[in-house]
């Protein structure tokens, strides 16, 4: 009798995640934001999103202007959570 027949699951590959991960992609569609910043948004709530968006799309400009791309989102939902009103 051989492992695999003994053991469930020990004739299977590991799963090699960075190449799996390589081969994500996103499509952006540059007509359609997801994600808009309010002209009316809180600057206290803007300034905890630059702090926790993961992709660093939430920034200050030099005369602290809100500055905010959607292209780079990672769509992790953070900002859904705590920007929402
Ligand atoms: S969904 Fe996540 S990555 Fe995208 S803008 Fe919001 S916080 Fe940033």
Do not use: N, W
């Not at 540059?30 to 993961?54: K, M, N, Q, W």
């Amino acid at each position: 009798m051989t492992d695999h027949e003994t053991t469930p699951g020990a004739d299977r590959q590991p799963v090699d995640v960075d190449a799996k991960l390589a081969l994500d992609r996103f499509e952006l569609d540059e007509g359609y934001a997801h994600v808009v910043v309010g002209d009316d948004a809180d600057d206290a709530v803007f300034d905890h999103l630059v702090t926790l968006c993961p992709a660093g799309l939430y920034k200050r400009g030099p005369a602290g202007e809100r500055l905010f791309d959607h292209a780079g989102c990672l769509e992790c939902g953070t900002c859904r959570i705590e920007g929402a009103p």
